[in-house]
């Protein structure tokens, strides 16, 4: 079983920046991303980042929104600009082939 730490979420004002970062308890990372869930909303993509660097954004976030890798277990996702529309439950996700792990999430709030 892996095991997915999340940290980094907080209470922000608007314009400002957060950075998330999940700690995998296996390495090398294949997919690693996050998610985010706002109340009464489905779970939706924010970012991910593969083996190899390649990366896919929502396009709500592109430009604001950047996930890196320290190449082992750990990714981080810098948040910058923030919108209160951002204002949702955080999970990080990993999946390696057939395996998907979530992490227990973490409250990101935007203040207008």
């Known amino acids: 079983q892996v095991q997915l730490a999340e940290f980094g979420g907080g209470l922000v004002e608007a314009g400002g920046s957060l950075q998330l970062s999940c700690a995998a308890s296996?390495?090398?990372?294949?997919?690693i991303g996050w998610y985010r869930q706002a109340p009464g909303r489905q779970r939706e993509l924010v970012a991910d980042i593969r083996r190899g660097g390649s990366t896919t954004y929502a396009n709500s976030v592109k430009g604001r929104f950047t996930i890196t890798t320290d190449n082992a277990n750990t990714v981080f996702l810098q948040m910058n600009r923030l919108k209160p529309e951002d204002t949702a439950a955080y999970y990080c996700?990993?999946?390696?082939?057939?395996?998907?792990?979530w992490g227990q999430g973490t409250q990101v709030t935007v203040s207008s």
């Open positions: 996700n990993a999946r390696w082939g057939p395996e998907n792990y």
């Open positions: 296996r390495g090398p990372l294949s997919i």
